[in-house]
Nanobody
Framework: QVQLVESGGGLVQAGGSLRLSCAASGRTFSTSAAGWFRQAPGKEREFVAVIRCDGNGTYYAHSVKGRFTDSRDNAKNTEYLQVSSLKPGEAAVYCC??????????????WGQGAQVTGSS
């Protein structure tokens, strides 16, 4: 059974930065696509970023491209999301996912419980 555990969330000022981590258990991480999604209060969950199993390809939602960076360390079974220049409307629960590549994105099979990112003015 695969478990994903996010960490690194917290209070961030508008324009600020933080790094989210997603630690994966199990033996499938290094051969799986990994990605990030977020859900703000009252809104549907939305795709943020995806990274290929070998770490050599990434794809981002248009709204975060150039500000967020998805990366992974397969030796540590960990995926990261570097968040920069956070905008006020981007406070949300950020969840990582592990799954299969689907076009430019990911079809999640496993989900983490989420890390809260709260914005402050």
């Amino acid at each position: 059974q695969v478990q994903l555990v996010e960490s690194g969330g917290g209070l961030v000022q508008a324009g600020g930065s933080l790094r989210l981590s997603c630690a994966a258990s199990g033996r499938t991480f290094s051969t799986s696509a990994a990605g990030w999604f977020r859900q703000a209060p009252g809104k549907e969950r939305e795709f943020v970023a995806v990274i290929r199993c070998d770490g050599n390809g990434t794809y981002y939602a248009h709204s975060v491209k150039g500000r967020f960076t998805d990366s992974r360390d397969n030796a540590k079974n960990t995926e990261y999301l570097q968040v920069s220049s956070l905008k006020p409307g981007e406070a949300a629960v950020y969840c990582c996912a592990e799954g299969l590549p689907k076009g430019w994105g990911i079809r999640p099979v496993y989900w983490g419980q989420g890390a809260q990112v709260t914005g402050s003015s």
